[in-house]
C-alpha cells in the first residue's frame, strides 16, 4: 500500500523549488471531477491560465502532475480542478485529500494561455472541454481579461451534464461577486454542451462552429479573425480540431514572445 506522509516528515523530504501547502477546502462533483483549494505562498507569483506541478510524496518520492490554476492570480488561494482517474498515479490518492492534508507545489508556474499571447480584438473566445476549464475559470475571474475584450465567450463541453457544474457555478458566482461581477456584466457568455446525453446544445464545439449555431444562439456574426481571438484547452484531438477550423478561418497562433490569434494547450497527456 502507498504511504503519504506528512507534517514536519514531508517538510524535510521536499526538494528546495517545492512548497508544501494546505488544503483548505474540497469539493467533489461527480465521480470523476472535484475541486480543491490550498493555501498560496505569499511569494508564489503566476499569470492568470498559466500550470503549475502540484503533487504528493508516495513510497516516500514526490509524485507531480501538471495542473492548470484555476483562481486568478489576485486570489489569496490556489485553485485546482481536477479528473480522478482510476488507478491514475497521482488522482488515485489526489480524490482523497481533505481539507488540512498538505499538497506540493512547485514554485514556477508556466502556459500559453495568457492575455499578453493574444493581440488585441473585440470578443475572447476560450474554448474548453473536461478539466481545460480550468485555465479559462482563472481568466474569467481576471478583471485584465475584461479591459482588453468586450466580450467574453466561455464554451465548455463534457460528456455528461453533471459534469458541466463547475462552469456553471463558477459563472453563477461570478455575477454575484462585488467586484468582478461588476466588471464582467453583460460581457461574460457560458455556452456548454454535452456529448453523450440529451440536453439543449449537443455535439463537440467544432460541430456547433461548423454548423454557426454557437453564433445563432449567442447573436454574434461568426468567428472571424478581423473581430475574434481564442483560447483553446481540452484532449489533444478537440484542440487539432478546433485549431485546424481557426486557421481555415485566417487565424494564426500567438505565442508569449509573439501575441496573435489564438494559443493552445492541452489539458492532459495521452
Ligand atoms: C499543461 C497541463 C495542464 C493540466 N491541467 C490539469 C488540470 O487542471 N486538471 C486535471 O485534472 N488535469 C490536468 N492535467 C493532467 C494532469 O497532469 C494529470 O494527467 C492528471 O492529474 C492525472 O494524473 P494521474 O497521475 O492520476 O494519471 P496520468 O498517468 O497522468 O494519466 C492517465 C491517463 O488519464 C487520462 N487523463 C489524465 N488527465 C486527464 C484529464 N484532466 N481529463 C481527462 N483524462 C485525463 C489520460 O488518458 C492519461 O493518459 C494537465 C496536464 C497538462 C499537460
Redesign the pocket.
Known amino acids: 500500500m502507498n504511504q503519504i506522509i506528512k507534517g514536519a516528515e514531508l517538510e524535510s523530504a521536499v526538494p528546495a523549488n517545492v512548497f508544501v501547502e494546505t488544503v483548505t477546502e474540497v469539493t467533489h462533483f461527480t465521480d470523476?471531477?472535484f475541486r480543491f483549494k490550498i493555501t498560496r505562498p505569499a511569494s508564489f507569483r503566476f499569470r492568470s491560465g498559466e500550470?503549475v506541478m502540484i503533487g504528493l510524496m508516495i513510497d516516500g518520492k514526490p509524485?507531480f502532475?501538471?495542473?492548470?490554476i484555476?483562481s486568478p492570480s489576485w486570489d489569496e488561494e490556489l485553485e485546482?480542478?481536477?479528473?480522478?482517474?482510476p488507478?491514475?498515479?497521482?488522482?488515485?490518492h489526489?480524490q482523497k485529500v481533505r481539507e488540512g492534508d498538505q499538497i506540493l507545489l512547485k514554485k514556477k508556474s508556466t502556459?500559453t494561455l495568457v492575455l499578453d499571447a493574444l493581440s488585441p480584438a473585440k470578443r475572447l473566445y476560450m474554448f474548453s472541454s473536461?478539466?481545460?476549464i480550468?485555465?479559462f475559470a482563472s481568466l474569467i475571474r481576471d478583471p485584465e481579461t475584461y479591459e482588453k475584450f468586450d466580450e467574453v465567450i466561455l464554451t465548455h463541453t463534457t460528456r455528461e451534464i453533471a459534469e458541466l457544474r463547475y462552469g456553471e457555478e463558477l459563472v453563477a458566482d461570478i455575477s454575484s461577486d462585488p467586484l468582478i461581477g461588476e466588471v464582467a456584466a453583460g460581457k461574460l457568455h457560458l455556452y456548454n454542451s454535452v456529448t453523450r446525453e440529451r440536453f439543449e446544445r449537443e455535439g463537440r464545439i467544432t460541430h456547433l462552429i461548423e454548423s454557426g449555431k454557437l453564433f445563432d444562439d449567442l447573436g454574434v456574426p461568426p468567428i472571424n479573425v478581423n473581430e475574434d481571438r481564442a483560447m483553446i484547452c481540452g484532449?489533444m484531438h478537440m484542440i487539432n480540431d478546433t485549431k485546424s477550423l481557426l486557421e481555415q478561418r485566417g487565424f494564426t497562433e500567438g505565442a508569449n514572445n509573439n501575441p496573435s490569434d489564438f494559443v493552445v494547450?492541452?489539458?492532459?497527456?495521452?
Open positions: 470523476r471531477l500550470f509524485l502532475r501538471a495542473y492548470s484555476a485546482f480542478f481536477s479528473i480522478k482517474v488507478n491514475g498515479p497521482l488522482t488515485q489526489l502556459g473536461g478539466t481545460g480550468a485555465p484532449s494547450e492541452r489539458s492532459f497527456v495521452g
